[in-house]
């Protein structure tokens, strides 16, 4: 076998580890990342409420939390009948597709961004009742 075949078998050699490699690191980086964190917002009665709150302490369009850089899945289940509803936070480019008032779920996916704030949300088509604050800690 010729030096120049060797030298292009190892070149070769190189450029497939290298692939591979990349692969792997690619792969491991997306399987390390923690699952989104995941706020369920009901609709019901013209406003917004934490699916877990219950009770007298049960606050309507409630200030939702979230830190800084965090992946969130905001899941939003539509209990007022014959009414539709959707959930926008227009500044940070957040919105669910509209959930019929038939009992429906959606839901969006988002990054905080990275600086600390407070953004405005709001059901679209309901804006005069169903709007709160979403903060960035």
Known sequence: MSKAVKRGS???LFVILAVVGAFAVASSTAASRPAPREVVLVAED???YLADAQGPARE???T???RRGETVRLVLVNRDLGMDHDFVAGALEVATP???GD???TSAV???PMEPGRHEY???LHAQMMRGVLEVR
Do not use: D, I
Request: include cysteine; glycine fraction near 4%.
């Open 103 to 105: 009992g429906s779920t």
């Open 110 to 112: 988002f990054e905080a």
């Open 10 to 12: 190892l070149t070769l």
């Open 98 to 100: 509209v959930a019929p």
């Open 46 to 48: 013209m406003a917004f």
């Open 64 to 66: 939702l939390v979230v």
């Open 60 to 62: 309507p369009n409630p």
């Open 122 to 124: 709001l059901c679209s």
